[in-house]
C-alpha cells in the first residue's frame, strides 16, 4: 500500500501541477526545480534505483564515493524541504484527457496532474550465466567511469554478449593492462577488431562463459563450458536496459532500439518532452549511458520545460479572462487552472 512521506501545500487535494514518477536523481533533481518554482509537485517512488547494487558511485562533482542510498536520502530532504510531496509505491496506470492526466497507484491511490515526467529509470537485464546476478553491482561490472578506478590494474574480463563488445574492452583497457575478452556469446571478430584488439595487448578468449565463479565473497574468475577456468578480478558486463515503468504503454509511450544495439529507451527531444503533450522523460529512460550526474541535470532541464510550458498555458488563460467580462466565473475558472482549487464562488 503506498506511504505517503508527507504532504504538499496542496493539501492532499489530490490534484498536482506535476507528478513525477520515480524518485532517483534525475525525478529528485526534477522536484527539486519544480518545488522552488512553487509548483505543487508529487513524486511516486517504488524505492528501486538502477545503482542499488553499487555501494559507492562515482563521477559526480562533490559526492564522489557516497553511498547511493544516502545520496537520494539527502536529495529527498532537500525537496521535502519545498513542499514536494513524496509517496512510496508505484504508478500502475495513467490516461490523459483534455484537462491533463490521471495516474493510479498501488494501494488504490488516484491522482490528477496537469504535467507529467516520467523518470523511472531501467531495469538491467543481465547475460544468463550462473553466479553474475550475485556479484553485480560489486566486481561485476558496467561502465568503467563508474567504477574503472576501483579495479584499476586489476585482471579484468569483458563478457562479449552484443555488438558494443569490442569497444567495452577498449574503454577498460585504459584502467588495465590485464585485460581479457570473453567472446561468449558476442558477434565473430573481424579483422578490424581483431587487429585493435592485439594492438593494445587485449588477449582474446573463445568460448562460452559456463559460470562466474567467487570465493571468500569475491569474484575469482569464470569457468568456460569446456571446463577451462580464467582467473579474474573483475568481470566487466553490458547489460540490456529495459524501461522500468508500466505506465508507458498506457500513454501511447512505446520504446525504441537504441541505435547502438544495447538496450531500449523512449524517444524525447532536448528538454525530455515526448511525442505524448504534456509528457516528459528524463534519466535513463531517455539516455541509456547518463550517469547519476548527467541523470540529474536532465531531471533539471526538463523541469524547466515543464514549468514554461505550465507558465504559456497560464498566461493564455489569464489573457482570455482579461479579454472578456471579467466575471466571477471566470475568475474561479482561472484561479481552479492555476491552483487546482476552485476558491470563488
Not at 152 to 158: F, H, M, N, P, T
Amino acid at each position: 500500500m503506498a506511504e505517503v512521506v508527507t504532504m504538499s501545500r496542496e493539501g492532499g487535494s489530490g490534484r498536482y501541477d506535476v507528478v513525477i514518477v520515480g524518485g532517483g536523481p534525475a525525478g529528485l533533481s526534477a522536484a527539486l526545480m519544480l518545488g522552488r518554482a512553487r509548483r505543487s509537485v508529487l513524486v511516486v517512488d517504488g524505492g528501486e534505483p538502477r545503482n542499488a547494487p553499487a555501494a559507492h558511485m562515482h563521477g559526480y562533482l562533490s559526492r564522489d564515493g557516497a553511498a547511493p542510498g544516502g545520496f537520494l536520502a539527502a536529495g529527498r530532504d532537500e525537496v521535502l524541504g519545498y513542499g514536494v510531496e513524496i509517496v512510496t509505491g508505484r504508478a500502475s496506470t495513467a490516461t490523459r484527457d483534455a484537462a491533463g492526466f490521471t495516474v493510479g497507484i498501488d494501494g488504490g491511490r488516484t491522482v490528477r496532474a496537469r504535467r507529467l515526467l516520467i523518470a523511472s529509470g531501467v531495469v538491467d537485464e543481465l547475460p544468463d550465466v550462473p553466479g553474475l546476478a550475485a556479484r553485480w553491482g560489486r566486481d561485476a561490472l558496467h561502465c568503467p567511469y563508474c567504477h574503472g578506478w576501483e579495479v584499476r590494474d586489476q585482471r579484468i574480463g569483458v563478457l562479449a554478449t552484443g555488438p558494443m563488445s569490442v569497444h567495452q574492452a577498449l574503454l577498460f583497457r585504459q584502467w588495465t593492462d590485464r585485460l581479457t575478452l570473453l567472446l561468449h556469446t558476442g558477434p565473430p571478430l573481424d579483422e578490424r577488431d581483431a587487429e585493435r584488439l592485439a594492438a593494445r595487448d587485449i588477449i582474446v578468449v573463445r568460448g562460452e562463459v559456463a559460470g562466474v565463479e567467487a570465493l571468500d565473497d569475491r569474484l575469482v574468475g569464470v569457468r568456460l563450458a569446456t571446463g577451462v577456468a580464467i582467473p579474474l578480478d573483475a568481470l566487466a558486463v553490458m547489460p540490456r536496459p529495459a524501461p522500468r515503468s508500466p505506465i508507458l504503454s498506457g500513454l501511447g509511450l512505446e520504446p525504441s532500439p537504441h541505435p547502438a544495439g544495447v538496450g531500449d529507451y523512449i524517444a524525447a527531444d532536448d528538454t525530455g518532452l515526448t511525442r505524448v503533450p504534456g509528457v516528459w522523460v528524463a534519466g535513463n529512460l531517455a539516455d541509456l549511458a547518463a550517469n547519476v550526474m548527467g541523470s540529474a541535470n536532465a531531471g533539471a532541464v526538463a523541469a524547466g520545460a515543464i514549468n514554461a510550458d505550465l507558465i504559456s498555458e497560464e498566461t493564455d488563460a489569464a489573457v482570455r479572462a482579461r479579454r472578456g467580462p471579467f466575471s466571477r466565473d471566470s475568475e474561479a475558472e482561472l484561479c481552479e487552472l492555476v491552483t487546482g482549487d476552485r476558491r470563488h464562488g
